[in-house]
């Protein structure tokens, strides 16, 4: 089993969420640390506080307690480096951001933004003279799991798991609780201390958020064109916010003379890498959902007709309702709708791309879903890599044979209903051939 470090019965870091500009206090706050998620209440067969997680980072702690590898320190970045090495996460995938969305509000600003580093299923961010590097992970079962790892030297180096820090923010589709763990992007202009100028503004971002409304808060490097976005400007007040012309923050193709780079592993912060985790996170977001919903409604369901005495495993058809209720959202993420329009060529400044296409996995003809477009749209096919995922693949069966019934109808061409009217006949034929080579469990036509 792995053991994780907890930190419920230390003095710990409180904060009003406000449209996720923070504000620490470092205070004990009395019984707030060991009360009991609403997850473990509102999805029981989750049990997301007591089960052991199995995600990345669980892995790689599994290993060095064993005595099987190590995490190297140093003294420019601690133990970040050699971190990312053994997650696999490049540092091309280096994205910078000013805004005190994170819960190190005392360390960011506009001179010394969060980098943040991520892989399909690992996030990593790093914060000038932190004391912690900050790791958001996916588990297939638990949906993301937030640690963080101390900055100092140890033998062995030991991640924190924070089942309650983290997820003051990270609670839910509202800021409140009562719903999944999920991870969350977002655009708002910020002052040069990384405040934002008006919580009014601020907003979450997913590949539907026009380009004009991304990336305030964040630097990007990049060319588009005249495409305009909200990154690389850092108005004083909100009144300045409003005059700000987006063309002074576009088409910088590095940040030298708007911070020092040279704290940091990489010297940009790449706008393809910035849409990605934009697509990507809102993808495992809706994953998740499913997961705890589809799970949740059987387990009821099981445990009600245990108590009537009939088959545990009977599904009414009001349960089956719902699931496909909560998986056709999934449906269209995957497959891009409402996706926004790109106007023009998009190239990025860190070398993301190519090493993000280079994972495929490729069909016979040499095709691949990660392929990009990044021209009228992000994908060259539009579906998501997602469909590969380890989460995907947890599913419980009866969602994820719903996902693959509706995308057999929309590929097919039985629906061309307007939600799928981007999707051309040779973008459906040639995604579905590419599913019925790269994924062994996708039902052939």
């Not at 090495?85 to 506009?110: D, N, P, R």
């Not at 079962?141 to 089942?163: A, H, I, K, W």
Request: aromatic share 8%; net charge negative; charged share 20%.
């Amino acid at each position: 089993m792995v053991s994780f470090e907890s930190r419920t019965d230390r003095v710990v870091r409180r904060w009003v969420p406000a449209a996720c500009g923070v504000l620490v206090f470092l205070v004990p706050v009395v019984g707030w640390a060991t009360r009991q998620l609403p997850y473990d209440t509102e999805y029981e067969a989750i049990a997301y506080s007591s089960s052991t997680p199995t995600d990345p980072v669980a892995q790689l702690q599994q290993k060095i307690q064993a005595g099987e590898m190590t995490l190297q320190f140093d003294a420019r970045n601690g133990y970040l480096a050699s971190l990312l090495e053994q997650l696999k996460i490049s540092v091309a995938s280096q994205i910078l951001v000013f805004s005190k969305t994170s819960f190190q509000t005392g360390l960011i600003s506009s001179h010394t933004p969060r980098a943040i580093y991520f892989n399909d299923n690992v996030y990593v961010a790093w914060v000038q003279n932190s004391p912690v590097l900050e790791i958001a992970s996916l588990d297939s079962n638990l949906g993301p799991v937030f640690y963080t790892l101390d900055q100092q030297q140890s033998m062995p180096p030991g991640f924190n798991r924070e089942t309650h820090l983290c997820l003051r923010c990270h609670d839910s589709y509202s800021l409140t609780g009562g719903g999944v763990p999920r991870y969350i992007l977002g655009s708002g202009f910020a002052n040069p201390s990384g405040q934002l100028v008006s919580h009014e503004g601020w907003h979450l971002t997913t590949d539907q958020t026009p380009l004009s409304r991304r990336w305030g808060g964040w630097y990007v490097t990049g060319t588009h064109g005249d495409q305009l976005h909200m990154g690389n400007l850092v108005p004083r007040d909100a009144a300045e916010a409003v005059q700000l012309d987006l063309a002074a923050g576009a088409n910088l193709r590095d940040l030298d003379n708007l911070i020092d780079t040279t704290p940091y592993l990489g010297k940009h912060s790449d706008i393809v890498a910035l849409m990605v985790i934009e697509h990507q996170v809102h993808l495992q977001n809706l994953i998740t959902r499913v997961n705890y919903e589809t799970r949740t409604a059987l387990f009821r369901e099981t445990t009600r007709n245990r108590e009537l005495g009939q088959d545990p495993d009977s599904r009414s058809a009001a349960t089956l309702k719902s699931i496909e209720s909560v998986a056709e959202p999934l449906v269209m993420a995957l497959l891009l709708v409402d996706e926004a329009p790109l106007g023009g060529p998009i190239a990025g400044t860190s070398g993301f791309a190519s090493e993000f296409v280079n994972h495929g996995p490729w069909d016979g003809q040499g095709r691949s879903l990660r392929q990009l477009d990044l021209t009228g749209r992000l994908f060259r096919y539009p579906l998501s890599y997602l469909i590969y995922s380890q989460a995907f693949d947890a599913l419980p069966d009866l969602a994820r044979k719903y996902i693959y019934r509706r995308l057999g109808e929309v590929l097919g061409g039985q629906d061309k209903s307007e939600a799928f009217a981007h999707l051309s006949d040779e973008d459906r034929l040639a995604i579905r051939e590419i599913l019925e080579e790269t994924k062994t469990d996708f039902p052939g036509q």
